[in-house]
């Protein structure tokens, strides 16, 4: 089992790869996950250290994007409705993937999108029955971009995991995850596993279930108050 620091713990102090890198070493991880707020300067930094510790996968969207003002992992969603937003999605997507051949990382760790449960229906169940509703629609959106994605990752040689995500509109949930894993994409979509994003979901009594161990590609170990 490989264990990697993501580089978010301290990208918005420290500017230098190179150092985040070293600092990664002394606290004895042997990898990393470049993560959403790494910045096009720092990626040198990353580069001249891979020969002492290597990348392992790069958490979308990274490097942040010019067009972006900050890092932020939904800032195109990858399964949405809008044709435009979806096209500009995947446009980054395969700037990822690319970055993420470059880098020698084998995964690409996505936030795909969100589904509407509408905060203003009260009760729970018809909150629940408006977001299933919704994810149904958008399922088809979410297929059309994995499936012109699917070249970039065989490529490049990465995989594309889809992270679970810490509220009731994160799509595609568990069982829309399970939906998607049976379609062919030659084994290069995965899901991600987020402990503290799943513990969330699992207070609020939006999922009691994890998928099989081989659905996953990887996992943040990530603790939640």
């Known amino acids: 089992m490989k264990f ?9 102090r420290i500017d230098d790869g190179r150092l985040i890198a070293e600092k990664a070493l002394e606290l004895g991880f042997g990898e990393l996950e470049l993560g959403f707020h790494t910045t096009i300067e720092q990626v040198k930094g990353f580069k001249d250290m891979l020969d002492r510790i290597p990348v392992g996968s790069v958490h979308a ?35 990822n993937i690319e970055f993420a051949g470059e880098m020698g990382a084998d995964t690409v760790v ?22 299933a509703n919704s ?10 971009a994995l499936a012109n994605v699917v070249g970039d990752l065989e490529k490049h040689d990465v995989v594309l995991a889809l ?7 994160g799509f595609p949930d568990e069982n829309e995850m399970e939906a998607v ?7 290069r979509v995965k899901a991600w596993f987020d402990t503290g ?4 979901r ?10 099989d161990d081989d659905a996953y590609r990887g996992m943040h170990l990530n603790d939640v108050v």
């Open 181 to 187: 894993l049976k379609n062919d994409f030659g084994g």
């Open 61 to 95: 969207f990274c490097p942040v994007p010019l067009s972006a003002p900050q890092g932020y992992p939904e800032l195109y969603r990858f399964a949405s409705a809008d044709a435009d937003e979806r096209a500009i999605a995947v446009f980054h997507v395969k700037k």
């Open 163 to 169: 992270e679970n995500l810490p509220y009731l509109e």
């Open 4 to 12: 990697s620091l993501s580089t978010n713990w301290c990208n918005r």
């Open 197 to 200: 994003h799943h513990r969330v």
């Open 202 to 211: 699992e207070m609020n009594g939006w999922t009691s279930r994890r998928l």
């Open 135 to 144: 994810g149904a629609k958008l399922m088809p959106y979410l297929l059309e």
């Open 110 to 131: 996505l936030h795909a999108g969100r589904a509407s449960a509408d905060a203003f229906i009260a009760g729970k169940k018809r909150r629940l029955a408006k977001r």
